[in-house]
């Protein structure tokens, strides 16, 4: 049985989407209730790298469907246990999990890119030699220095403007000089954010600054639920 999100039982039904392999349930008591798929193994996902993929990308699409109807806790891929078990699990954290649903009633998260704005190199003249070149190198060399310096103080300060502001996780994209910012605010300020966005655009020419769309509090959620 995979479980893809935890939420206070509806009062109205909600419109569950396909699942991976078949169709998904709610379970859970009076308070809380999880919606799973029963008939999805983790030991058939282990024998067949197709399935795999297929419930990865259905994992992401099914969360963002329910997030959309209500307060979800995002689960982990890895949520697979027995009936038992999980109802054994709503019962002895249910006064932390309504905790957390109430913290993240009415709220998304959204993702702000940070993509640093590579500025040119002024050209050395190709007339110059011997020691004029050498200063000129060294002359470009202070510049670019001073850029990179100008670029991490703007940097800092979209960081400590945003943390004035809003609840926030920051990571740095693998690979490259960019950072994603996790924010978490109610959906009805997102006009606001978006605002905020154009402004530090104008604001801080150092850097590029794209807002994505409103997701389910996935950065937000304890590391052990």
Partial sequence: MHAYVLLKTPTEPLVLPEGTVGCLQLVGNEWLSVVVEPDLS??????????????VLAHDRIIRALFCQTTVLPLRFTSFSPIDSLLADLHQHQQRYLEILNQLEGKAEYTVTLTPIQQPETPISPNLTGKAYFLARKQQVQTQHAERQRQREEL???????????????????????????????????????????AFNEKFPRWQINLGEALPPYHFVDSDS
Avoid: G, R
């Avoid at 058939?44 to 297929?54: K, M, N, R, V």
């Avoid at 809003?166 to 740095?172: H, L, M, N, R, W």
């Avoid at 924010?183 to 966005?197: C, S």
């Fill in 42 to 55: 983790l030991a058939a996902l282990q024998q067949d790298d197709a399935l795999l993929l297929q419930a």
């Fill in 156 to 198: 800092q300060m979209i960081l400590a403007t945003v943390a004035d502001c809003y609840p926030y996780k920051i990571a740095t994209l693998p690979e490259t000089e960019s950072q994603q910012i996790h924010i978490l605010l109610p959906k009805v300020e997102e006009d606001t954010l978006w605002q905020v966005a154009s």
